[in-house]
């Protein structure tokens, strides 16, 4: 990986790394990164529905106006930094250690409980399986 002057990643995969790995690993590399992208894009932009306990001891309305907010705010910065995005595996671990102001704490622990499960958090896992599959069938052929 490269950095420019400030720091920041410029490239994703450098010159030297595509002549070594070659193109076509490249090219797999790149697609499952995008994928990834795309993904935690669609995560952070749609927060997962929030299902109210039954002791629900805030307003249920600005119980979800909290997490909706809290959400698109705190999720976005955490996996979109570009110098140091977080692993879509680690997001309800981060979402449990983050208070989201204006939430009920029973809520919150349902919504992580919920997260925790989700298939879109699992995404990420299933892309860099695929994209090892694939290497690995380079190398099989």
């Keep these: 990986m490269v950095r420019n002057e400030r720091g920041k990643r410029a490239r994703l995969i450098t010159q030297e790394e595509t002549e070594l790995i070659g193109p076509q690993i490249e090219k797999i590399i790149v697609a499952g990164l995008e994928a990834i992208m795309t993904a935690k894009i669609q995560i952070?932009?749609?927060?997962?529905?929030?299902?109210?306990?039954?002791?629900?001891?805030?307003?249920?309305?600005?119980?979800?106006?909290?997490?909706?907010?809290?959400?698109?705010?705190?999720?976005?910065?955490?996996?979109?930094?570009?110098?140091?995005?977080?692993?879509?595996?680690?997001?309800?671990?981060?979402?449990?250690?983050?208070?989201?102001?204006?939430?009920?704490?029973?809520?919150?622990?349902?919504?992580?409980?919920?997260?925790?499960?989700?298939?879109?958090?699992?995404?990420?896992i299933s892309i860099i399986k695929s994209v090892a599959e694939q290497i690995w069938q380079l190398y099989r052929h």
């Design 44 to 124: 952070s932009l749609i927060p997962p529905e929030l299902k109210h306990s039954e002791t629900c001891t805030t307003n249920r309305k600005a119980c979800a106006s909290a997490w909706t907010s809290s959400w698109t705010t705190f999720v976005a910065k955490l996996l979109l930094n570009p110098s140091n995005p977080t692993l879509l595996v680690t997001l309800p671990t981060a979402i449990r250690r983050s208070p989201f102001q204006g939430m009920s704490g029973i809520c919150h622990s349902l919504a992580y409980a919920a997260l925790e499960e989700s298939q879109a958090i699992s995404a990420e």
